[in-house]
């Protein structure tokens, strides 16, 4: 759902600091669930206010391409060209 431009709704079991200091980078903006009313709350917040679904859905994908999609490709590409570079 990230990289479509999508608000995601998921369980998260870290702490905004917790998950940036384990892997670097910032948590993804997810709508966070542990109870059927959190989704319930989520999903009405989700429909009567489009903005935000639109502003969330952006954030989503910029997050998505900046650190699993183009952004993840292109730390493997550049690990992969220094390797290169070690072995020649």
């Given at each position: 759902m990230l990289a479509s431009g999508r608000p995601l709704l998921q369980s998260f079991n870290f702490t905004a600091d917790s998950f940036e200091n384990e892997l670097d980078h910032p948590p993804p903006p997810i709508l966070?669930?542990?109870?059927?009313?959190?989704?319930?709350?989520?999903?009405?917040?989700?429909?009567?206010?489009p903005e935000l679904r639109k502003s969330m859905g952006k954030?989503?994908?910029?997050?998505?391409?900046k650190y699993s999609g183009i952004g993840l490709a292109k730390q493997w590409l550049d690990l992969l060209l220094d390797d290169e570079k070690l072995t020649k």
């Open positions: 966070d669930v542990k109870s059927p009313d959190d989704v319930a709350r989520h999903l009405t917040k989700m429909y009567h206010n954030a989503s994908a910029d997050w998505f391409n």
